[in-house]
Structures are given as C-alpha cells and as structure tokens.
C-alpha cells in the first residue's frame, strides 16, 4: 500500500479547479498545448504510460454531462468521474491531475472504459446521473483524519480480496456502489437482468455473503488524493482473478460457481464517501487488463 505524505496546504480549491477545467476544455479541443505542462511529466492512460497527446487525444468527441470533481489541497490532487464520447460510443471517464508549486500539470492518470472491447459487457447499458451525497461537504463534526479514512478505504480493499463474509471496514446503512455506470447495489432490476442475484443486496450485505471469493489479491494499492471537506478517498489498484476457483458456497450455503475461470486483472479508480468513519457511497470504473499486469506508477 502507498500513501503520499501530506504537505501542509498549499492550494485552494478553486486553483485545482481551475487547472481541471483548462485541462478539460484542451482534452475536448484535442488541443494539449493548451495545458500548463510541468518540464517533466508521467502520463498514463488505461494503465499504460504513453506520451501526453496521445491515445484519447486523438479520438474523443465530446465531454458527458456528467462531472464529479474533488480535490486534495494538502497534496495538490485533482480528480475527476464523468463520461466521454468517442464517435459513436460513451465510456465512463476517470482522471487525476497533479499540480506543482507553479500551477503546472506534472501527473495525469487516466482511466477509459471502452465497453465495446473491453470484455465487460455486463455494464453496457451504463448512464451517468448525479449523486447529491458525493457532493455534499462534511459537517467538521463528522469527519476523521486523512489518515483514518485511508485505512477505512484500505479496510474495503481487504474485505473483497479473497471475500470469505469477513468484514474488515465500516459501512454506512445507506451505503450504495457505482462501477461502471452500474449501480450494482439495490439494484433488483439489475440483478435480473444479468442473472446476478448479490446486485439485490446492500453494500455489507454483499460481502457478508462471501461473493466475491474468486478475487484473489487486491494489489499496487494506492491512495493519492484525499479530500477532506468532501469525505473523499481516491483509490487505485488491482484486482487479480487467477481463474482457478470453479463452485464454491456462500456463507447462507447458496452453491454458486465463479464468473472467472481465465487469469486476468481488473484496473480501477475507486472513489470513497467516508461520513462518521462509515462508507456511505462507492464510484468505481475499471478496465479488464493482462493477469498480474505491473503499474507504471509503482517506483
């Protein structure tokens, strides 16, 4: 696990904002010169490093209405979910900006979920809407330190790698997930659709059914961008599936047989709403890449 260490603040947030914005606006113009570039700069998109103007540079369309920004004014970060278009298809859009002392972009991780090759077909009847709760400020009286809501984070990762019911981080009762545009917690009609019953179910509920089993290491964690005042936690990392586990049983005695019989890995950008040292709401977008595929962003 890698957690940066905290400077004291050096931003505001609207500073962050700002530079977010003109990175934005450069992306939809398919115009790079237009952002202020540090003189070194690591860039990656879908967890490949790449030279800054390419890949969704040279094909996006359009920006989605969507826009769900935070910031991290202690470190510098600025992080974005939202939707792009490329064409004749919209994918769920993840992206992290460092700023330096200067203003300049010195950082940027970027996440594309092209569902059209992607292999996660589950998720095509994605769309984007608002969610008040990742918006709204914490009252000071609920929040806990940086530090808490990391391990609070962390303590999710641990729940699902190798999922046998055991719960090792707090829920909020109200608690839903995103991923992918996918609301796969409460979510009946979903669970019908795709024959996956746990969609029905709420957050620790899920878990506590041992379903995810078949995730074997949650690894290359990282937690870059935390924002205080929103109860925000940006998280990145992966999820490796050796493909090895066939039926197994839930904790209710419920004969299941895992979705994964293939080694791969599941990149993601994982966001968490942390209200009274509970998580309260998840918007995650992942990517399906090789098995045990390493991070650019691991020194």
Same mark, same amino acid.
């Given at each position: 696990?890698?957690?940066?260490?905290?400077?004291?603040?050096?931003?505001?947030?609207?500073?962050?904002?700002?530079?977010?914005?003109?990175?934005?606006?450069?992306?939809?113009?398919?115009?790079?010169?237009?952002?202020?570039?540090?003189?070194?700069?690591?860039?990656?998109?879908?967890?490949?490093?790449?030279?800054?103007?390419?890949?969704?540079?040279?094909?996006?369309?359009?920006?989605?209405?969507? &826009? $769900?920004?935070?910031?991290?004014?202690? @470190?510098?970060?600025?992080?974005?979910?939202?939707? *792009? =278009?490329?064409?004749?298809? #919209?994918?769920?859009?993840?992206?992290?900006?460092?700023?330096?002392?200067?203003?300049?972009?010195?950082?940027?991780?970027?996440?594309?979920?092209?569902?059209?090759?992607?292999?996660?077909?589950?998720?095509?009847?994605?769309?984007?809407?608002?969610?008040?709760?990742?918006?709204?400020?914490?009252?000071?009286?609920?929040?806990?330190?940086?530090?808490?809501?990391?391990?609070?984070?962390?303590?999710?990762?641990?729940?699902? &790698? $190798?999922?046998?019911?055991?719960?090792? @981080?707090?829920?909020?009762?109200?608690?839903?997930? *995103? =991923?992918?545009?996918?609301? #796969?917690?409460?979510?009946?009609?979903?669970?019908?659709?795709?024959?996956?019953?746990?969609?029905?179910?709420?957050?620790?509920?899920?878990?506590?059914?041992?379903?995810?089993?078949?995730?074997?290491?949650?690894?290359?964690?990282?937690?870059?961008?935390?924002?205080?005042?929103?109860?925000?936690?940006?998280?990145?990392?992966?999820?490796?599936?050796?493909?090895?586990?066939?039926?197994?049983?839930?904790?209710?005695?419920?004969?299941?047989?895992?979705?994964?019989?293939?080694?791969?890995?599941?990149?993601?950008?994982?966001?968490?709403?942390?209200?009274?040292?509970?998580?309260?709401?998840?918007?995650?977008?992942?990517?399906?890449?090789?098995?045990?595929?390493?991070?650019?962003?691991?020194?």
């Amino acid at each position: 696990m890698t957690i940066r260490n905290a400077a004291p603040a050096a931003y505001t947030r609207e500073e962050l904002y700002k530079t977010l914005d003109v990175y934005l606006d450069a992306l939809r113009r398919r115009d790079p010169s237009a952002v202020p570039w540090a003189d070194v700069v690591r860039n990656t998109e879908d967890n490949v490093a790449m030279d800054v103007g390419d890949g969704l540079w040279g094909t996006i369309t359009g920006l989605g209405d969507y &826009q $769900l920004r935070f910031a991290d004014v202690k @470190t510098g970060q600025v992080g974005y979910f939202g939707a *792009v =278009e490329e064409t004749n298809e #919209t994918s769920a859009f993840s992206l992290r900006l460092k700023i330096d002392r200067d203003g300049r972009v010195s950082e940027v991780e970027t996440l594309v979920v092209r569902i059209s090759f992607s292999g996660l077909g589950i998720f095509a009847n994605k769309r984007f809407w608002d969610k008040p709760v990742l918006n709204e400020t914490v009252p000071s009286e609920h929040r806990v330190k940086r530090e808490r809501m990391i391990s609070i984070a962390d303590g999710y990762f641990d729940t699902l &790698q $190798l999922n046998d019911g055991e719960i090792f @981080t707090k829920f909020h009762p109200d608690c839903n997930r *995103v =991923e992918n545009g996918v609301q #796969t917690t409460n979510n009946p009609e979903f669970a019908k659709e795709v024959n996956y019953p746990i969609a029905a179910l709420g957050c620790e509920a899920q878990f506590k059914r041992g379903q995810y089993l078949y995730d074997d290491e949650l690894r290359a964690r990282r937690f870059p961008l935390v924002d205080e005042e929103l109860g925000l936690v940006l998280a990145s990392g992966f999820i490796d599936h050796a493909g090895r586990l066939g039926d197994y049983e839930l904790t209710d005695g419920t004969k299941v047989v895992s979705p994964f019989r293939r080694p791969h890995s599941f990149y993601l950008l994982e966001l968490f709403k942390i209200e009274d040292g509970a998580i309260r709401q998840i918007e995650a977008n992942f990517i399906t890449v090789p098995y045990k595929m390493p991070s650019p962003w691991d020194r």
